[in-house]
Structure formats: C-alpha cells, structure tokens
C-alpha cells in the first residue's frame, strides 16, 4: 500500500472517531453508529476482504466501546459512584448476551449483518423522529404567596 493509501486510511479513521465523539457527547448516540460504517470504508483501504467486512466493522466499534466502558467504569469504581451488586447482576447477562451475541453473528453473512444494521439505524431514526413529537407533559407553575 502507499503513502497515500495511509493517510487516506488515517484521515477517515481520525475523522470518523472525532464525528462519533462529537455525536455521542452531543446528541447521545453510540458512536457504533458512526464508526462501523466508517469502518467499511476503511477496512477495504487495508485490504480486508468484502466477504469478512461487516464482521471486522461490528467487531472494530464493539472493541473500541469495551474499552471506553472498561475505563468508564474503572473510573467511576474508583469514585465511588459504582453500585457493585447491581454492576454484577447486570454485568454477568450482559457479558453472556454478549457472548451469544457474537457467536450467532459469527454464523451470519456479511450481507445479512449489514442489512440488520441498516435496520438498527432506521429503527433508531424513527423512535428519535417519534420522540421529537411526543407530547411533553404542561409545566408545573409554583405559586408564589
């Protein structure tokens, strides 16, 4: 690959995690939003083939949100703002899920788990569009004697 191959693969890759740090700590979204498919532009750049692209992209974003969810925790832990119980009752079916998550993805196809993922952006497109229009609730009025 040459020089130019690098810069475009580290342009898109810096540019891509700067769009999802922004977009998470802005408006909430996951940065798996953003990042899988900059990762499915990246990853062919370096050569991954099409067949294992998808793959590579959820297993990219899901490696760089253990590792902010690790040090996340580690920080909180660390403040004391961790409930250590409910961090195991929820944390041991989460890691399963995850587990069997991965293992079912691992049998599907690249084309399956992209249209999925499409799915998975409109359906949180929707609920966002719905939740703009959902009726808020009149604001309570203190009455001043």
Known sequence: MDVGGWIEILGASFGGGLAAGLLGGLLGMGGGIIIVPIMNYVLPLAMVPAASLMHASLVSSLSFMTINTASSSLHHWKAGNLDAKLFLKLG????????????????????????????????????????????????????II
Not at 107 to 135: E, G, T
């Open 92 to 143: 041991i079916p989460v890691a399963m899920g995850a587990c069997i998550g991965a293992a079912i993805a691992d049998m599907a196809s690249s084309h399956f788990l992209r249209v999925l993922f499409c799915l998975y952006i409109v359906y949180n497109v929707v609920a966002a569009i719905f939740q703009l229009f959902k009726k808020m609730p009149a604001p309570r009025q203190k009455i």
